[in-house]
């Protein structure tokens, strides 16, 4: 797609990699954008290339599709629409609500239609989606934009790192919601030495299989590790303090979280990446003089 580049490699020489004797850094995906500040960045400009590589086959449709309070990807389609020029008319899982994503979501002229958690899980059903107007002339995204075209864009970070680095880290850790960007990576990788770390936003023991269903096979258990320890109760939610915004959509550098010495970060997803990836130097999960890359899919807007 015209106007992006690759996102960079930064060097984070953070005080616990440095003591722990591992080379850490951040994929900043967070930066391949459109547009600066725009939550049409990272994971969800890959993920949803397949649509926007001809952005103006969408001129005038309506795109739907669906998300919770705190969707990133409902904030990218919404951004995209106001960019290309299509409307956007999203199914908003849960009673409504109003937050610092779901107003920027407004305030681009999307249609916010909430629906309980029941009627949710009906997503996909032809006759619900027709009692709430989606006419057989509207675009239908998945949940999170992922597609199976998506794979080999979402997958793209890990390649480009490697050429930035000159070599295949010995670790890369991302941040996972429904698993399609994960099970990019892993695909991306799977030829490699290289071992996938994938931290949930939810609780639960259902990623691994979330991510191999998007590969269609199993994946080796020394290639990818599910790391379930750092969601903080679930997608959504985080301590208390993690809800100051500097600006809106962005984690405050707080030293008493460890987020000194770090890019900006969401506190849906890539905080509590950081967290965990910190946690884990800290104790020891990373042999010294490994290279450990984190991935930061975006979020910040």
Known sequence: MSGLSTSPLQSLPHPLAIAAG?????KRDDLYAFDPASPLQGN?????????????????????SF??????????LSAAGRRFGFFTRFLVRGEPVSNPTLDYIRANGSDLRFVS????????DPEFLQALSVGPQDLVIPEGGGTAASLIHAGAPFSESVVQLGR???YFCLSAGTGCTAAGIVAAAEQCPAKIEVFPALRGDWMRGAIEAWMGRPIPANKLEVVKEFTFGGYGKFPGHWKLYTPPGCLA?????????????????????????????????YPRKSTVVVLHTGGIY
């Open 168 to 170: 295949v880290p010995d």
């Open 117 to 124: 958690r029941s009627d949710y899980r009906r997503k996909n």
């Open 22 to 26: 591992v080379a850490l850094y951040c």
């Open 253 to 285: 550098k707080r030293a008493d979280v460890g987020m000194q010495d770090l890019p900006p970060l969401d506190p849906v997803y890539t905080a509590k990446l950081f967290v965990g990836v910190l946690e884990r130097i800290r104790l020891g999960a």
């Open 44 to 64: 969800k400009v890959r993920k949803l290339r397949p649509y926007l590589a001809a952005p103006e086959a969408l001129r005038g449709r309506t795109i739907v």
């Open 67 to 76: 998300g919770g309070a705190y969707s990133n990807h409902l904030a990218a």
